[in-house]
């Protein structure tokens, strides 16, 4: 089975750019997480839907940053326009139903991201 | 959220038992305890949890203490390929505010010598 995929694997742009992560959940999984990891915050969680509706985007940084759920399998999550403290790798992660606070969640294997 | 506090890193040898602590004195009724685990340039992977009594899986036991503050994740043989950050984290569980939460803090840096 195909983990979660995530596209691009790598990505540089320049400041200002809009920059567009892709994700595709496990198949039959109905939660997706966005997270970023830095050096300086470590991983955080930015926004985590639940059949398709955001449910906590309290972790989003501020309005440059927007995610969509049109579908069971497929996730964005977009900059606009974007800065160089942007420059994270961002992973996005699913879970299978069940009670949330027990069943894991699966990670891809990111997008590094950098701004210049 | 409940905190947790783990040692920033620990070392261990080849094939030999590793023991992780982690405290979380303010944990609630309702949390469990997780254990993730992130392997150089990947994406963190589930290793374990628990609510109350000890588990065991594959990958490793997950041993927690009767008032439930602190827990241990143990490696039974370590190897090469579980040097690793390891978090601890508590989720909290139906019908919390922040249900299903996942948050990550800096974990244990695990080196495995050969």
């Known amino acids: 089975d195909a983990g979660v995929i995530q596209s691009p694997r790598h990505e540089v742009t320049e400041m200002g750019q809009e920059v567009t992560l892709r994700c595709k959940p496990i198949s039959g999984h109905n939660s997706l997480f966005w997270y970023r990891q830095t050096m300086m915050r470590g991983l955080e969680l930015l926004i985590y839907f639940n059949n398709n509706v955001p449910i906590d985007d309290s972790g989003m940084p501020e309005d440059r940053f927007s995610a969509k759920m049109p579908n069971a399998s497929f996730s964005t999550l977009k900059i606009q326009p974007s800065e160089p403290r942007d420059s994270a790798v961002y992973f996005c992660?699913?879970?299978?139903?069940?009670?949330?606070?027990?069943?894991?969640?699966?990670f891809g294997p990111g997008t590094r991201l950098t701004v210049l | 959220d409940a905190k947790t506090t783990q040692p920033n890193s620990m070392e261990s040898n080849e094939e030999e038992p590793v023991h992780l602590p982690c405290n979380h004195s303010t944990i609630s009724g309702t949390d469990y305890i997780h254990w993730y685990r992130q392997l150089p340039s990947q994406g963190p992977e589930y290793v374990i949890h628990?609510?109350?009594s000890n588990v065991n899986n594959r990958m490793a036991s997950l041993a927690i203490a009767e008032d439930r503050k602190s827990s241990t994740l143990i490696l039974h043989r370590a190897t090469l390929r579980d040097a690793a950050v390891y978090y601890c984290?508590?989720?909290?569980?139906?019908?919390?505010?922040?249900?299903?939460?996942?948050?990550f803090g800096q974990g244990t840096i695990l080196t495995v010598h050969p």
């Open positions: 628990g609510l109350t």
């Open positions: 992660a699913s879970s299978p139903p069940g009670l949330a606070g027990v069943n894991e969640q699966f």
């Open positions: 984290i508590l989720r909290r569980g139906p019908g919390g505010t922040s249900y299903g939460k996942l948050t």
